[in-house]
């Protein structure tokens, strides 16, 4: 059964930095290009981050470019989001995904990932 688990969502203040992770039990990990989304009350989930199977390729929001790194551990299973210089705008429940994908080419739509997290909270003080 594949999971996707995510952890360290908290609170902070504004000009914050959190890292988060999310931890999959997919059979062949590499094998898939992975992806953060997030959703802030009465809002659409919108894309954040994604990055390639190998890690080589990534893209990003414009709202968090500069802001946010995404980046996986191959060996860990695990793929992660430094996020920094937090704004309350930030604020949102953030989704891992994963999307079966050897190319260098990342999708932007969450209708393209196969598989989903159960979110991390993340709030950000004025």
């Known amino acids: 059964q594949v999971r996707l688990v995510e952890s360290g969502g908290g609170l902070v203040q504004a000009g914050g930095s959190l890292r988060l992770s999310c931890a999959a039990s997919l059979r062949s990990f590499s094998w898939y290009a992975m992806a953060w989304f997030r959703q802030a009350p009465g809002k659409e989930r919108e894309f954040v981050a994604a990055?390639?199977?190998?890690?080589?390729?990534?893209d990003y929001a414009g709202s968090v470019q500069g802001r946010f790194t995404i980046s996986r551990d191959n060996a860990e299973n695990t793929v992660y989001l430094q996020m920094n210089s937090l704004k309350p705008e930030d604020t949102a429940v953030y989704y891992c995904?994963?999307?079966?994908?050897?190319?260098?080419?990342?999708?932007?739509?969450?209708?393209?990932?196969?598989?989903w997290g159960q979110g991390t909270q993340v709030t950000v003080s004025s």
């Open positions: 990055i390639s199977w190998s890690g080589g390729s990534t």
């Open positions: 995904a994963a999307h079966l994908s050897r190319s260098t080419i990342l999708k932007l739509v969450q209708d393209d990932y196969d598989y």
